[in-house]
């Protein structure tokens, strides 16, 4: 391991991402701070803090073990995750008073959800999966394979229920299969099926007594697609949260009056504004110039996973960071669309803001992985995103698998 560590290319370290988290996180914890108000702000800001501390760490961690070492446990991590997803239905579950268990608390210890870790092992372990049947990807059976290890833990996470976190999952797996290389002879008839199904199916969701949405799922949707229609007031969530962005116009009210406590503002009557709805503490406070900022940054955090992913010296460093700038793009973009009711109401973290430790644990994670396949040693020449002809070399993980 310490030979290991001495080869790394320690100049190209990624300094400049992990800045830009940290400033990220930062702003995160001032929002936080602002959406709890007198009573609960400081104790959520040093969670927040907590959190970044803890992560940054995890990160320093992360950025010394090589990820071929990490990703020959992808199995364990794999049952691990799964066992905990469904874990939340036994005594272990709690719901933290949401009235639906997503969370484990083990003693003492703070509650987490293990949706957030499942993410990050599903990106490992269909990284794996890819990297071992590279030389088979044409075929029918290796996207089974990949859809069923996806599938097995969406269907975990909607026993939840937990909606947003499995199409996540679904999302990263979708980016990972055209990333792979997968023949268009086997994805284009799947497309042309795909398109109509889905269409039938976005229809057949919007039916009363559907046997797919449960019935707050339904009623959230039916709302959302149907304002006027709203006689419990579902959309009033996203409303406020619409009035609260728009409120902060083009600088936003703490550039005005320098912040103060959050009592005086339109968000501080949004429940879980220091979580799902953060944006709309962001979007008052800072207004449409800082949302800007902050979508910038965000969009500096992806695009480094992408040029990470595409000077990657193996393939399998290349899947891992693909699939971590597709579940920071998917959860960026469902959050803001929620809070602007772009999205039907549904709950999902804005990565490195939203209060949580779970999801911030689970980000810094992918940084992390990140932050080493940066510094690996240079082994072949080869760059961009298809597979095909590319990573001859044989990659040391101890996982047999055969079609």
Known sequence: ????????????????????????????????????????????????????????FIIAILSLID???????????????????????????????TGVNRWIQLGPLPSFQPVELMKIILIITLATLYTKLKNKVDRISTLLIIVITTMLPVVAILTQPDLSSSLVAVFIMIVLVF?????????????????????????????????????????????????????????????????????????????????????????????????????????????????CLILLLFAVIIFKCFTVAKKAQDFLGRMIALGVAAMFMFQIFANICVATRLFPNTGLPLPFISNGLSSMISSMIGIGLVMN???????????????????????????DLEL
Not at 375 to 399: H, K, L
Request: hydrophobic content about 40%.
């Open 67 to 97: 990820y071929h070492f990490i990703c020959n446990f992808a199995p364990v991590y794999y049952v691990i995750g799964l066992f905990l997803t469904l874990a939340t239905h036994t005594a272990l579950g709690t719901d933290n008073g």
């Open 1 to 56: 391991m310490i030979k290991r560590i001495k080869r790394y290319d320690w100049k190209k370290y990624n300094f400049s991402l992990l800045l830009v988290v940290i400033a990220v996180c930062l702003i995160g914890t001032f929002c936080v701070k602002l959406a709890g108000g007198e009573k609960m702000g400081m104790a959520l800001m040093k969670g927040q803090i907590t959190g970044i501390i803890l992560g940054l």
């Open 179 to 291: 990333a792979a290389g997968t023949a268009y002879k086997i994805l284009t008839p799947i497309i042309a099926l795909g398109i109509p199904l889905s269409l039938v199916m976005f229809w057949y969701v919007q039916q009363p007594n559907n046997v797919i949405l449960r019935g707050y799922q339904y009623k959230r949707i039916h709302a959302w697609l149907h304002p006027d229609d709203d006689p419990d007031d579902l959309n009033w969530q996203q409303n406020k949260c619409i009035s609260a962005i728009a409120s902060g116009k083009l600088y936003g009210k703490f550039i005005q009056d320098g912040g103060g406590d959050g009592a005086s503002r339109s968000y501080s009557t949004i429940s879980v504004n220091e979580s799902d709805f953060i944006w709309s503490v962001v979007g008052e406070e800072f207004g449409f110039l800082g949302c």
């Open 373 to 399: 396949i940066g510094i690996q040693p240079a082994r072949t020449s080869n760059s961009g995103f298809t597979m095909r002809g590319d990573y001859d070399r044989d990659i040391d993980i101890d996982i």
